[in-house]
C-alpha cells in the first residue's frame, strides 16, 4: 500500500543516518512492496526508506518507463565500493522536494554491494541513470539529500521556498 513520502523541509528526520538493516525477512520484505508502491504511486524512479520515516538502509529502484516492464531492484544495506572519477550530470529531483531539479554532477558509473530481498549478497556495476540513481538514494540514507550537491545560492533559495510552504501550511495558523 502507498506511504506518503515524507516532505524533507525542514523535517529533520530526513537527514539522519539510516541503521543497518539486521535481518531480512517477511516484514521488510513487505516494506520493500510498500516502498515500491508508494514510488511507482508517486511517480518516481527510486525512494530510500528514511523518505517513509523508516531509518533502515533499504532502497528501491525502477528505472522502467511507462511503456516498459516494471523492473523493480530492492538494495539493504548498500554500500558504494568504487566510484569512477569520470563524473556525468543529471537533472535530479526528488519525491522529498517536491517540484525542484537542478543538474547534480556525480561520478559516471559505481560498483555497489547490497543484499537483495532473499537476504543473499550481491554486487552491482552501474552507470548512467542506475548509477546517478543508486548515489542519489544511498545519500539519503547518509543523510544527505541532492540539494547538497548544488550552489550555495540555489540551495539557500530552495530551503527558503519550503520552509515559506511549511509555514504557510502550519495547522492552527491565524488570519488577521
Do not use: W
Not at 508517486?42 to 523492473?71: F, H, N, S, Y
Amino acid at each position: 500500500m502507498p506511504i506518503k513520502p515524507l516532505i524533507i523541509l525542514p523535517d529533520p528526520i530526513l537527514r539522519q543516518v539510516s541503521k543497518p538493516v539486521e535481518r531480512v525477512d517477511a516484514p521488510l520484505r513487505g516494506l520493500a512492496d510498500d516502498m515500491l508502491a508508494t514510488m511507482y504511486d508517486a511517480p518516481g524512479i527510486g525512494l530510500a526508506a528514511i523518505q517513509i520515516g523508516e531509518p533502515l538502509r533499504m532502497l528501491v529502484i525502477d528505472l522502467a518507463k511507462e511503456d516498459e516492464t516494471p523492473a523493480p531492484h530492492v538494495f539493504i544495506n548498500p554500500e558504494i565500493l568504487e566510484s569512477a572519477d569520470q563524473r556525468s550530470v543529471y537533472e535530479e529531483g526528488c519525491l522529498s522536494i517536491p517540484d525542484y531539479y537542478a543538474e547534480v554532477e556525480r561520478p559516471a558509473s559505481v560498483r555497489v554491494k547490497y543484499l537483495d530481498r532473499d537476504g543473499k549478497l550481491q554486487e552491482m556495476e552501474a552507470e548512467g541513470l542506475m548509477a546517478t540513481c543508486l548515489q542519489h538514494e544511498i545519500d539519503h540514507l547518509n543523510g544527505v539529500l541532492f540539494i547538497d550537491h548544488i550552489s550555495k545560492l540555489k540551495r539557500d533559495m530552495v530551503v527558503k521556498k519550503f520552509k515559506k510552504l511549511a509555514k504557510d501550511k502550519a495547522p492552527g495558523k491565524l488570519v488577521g
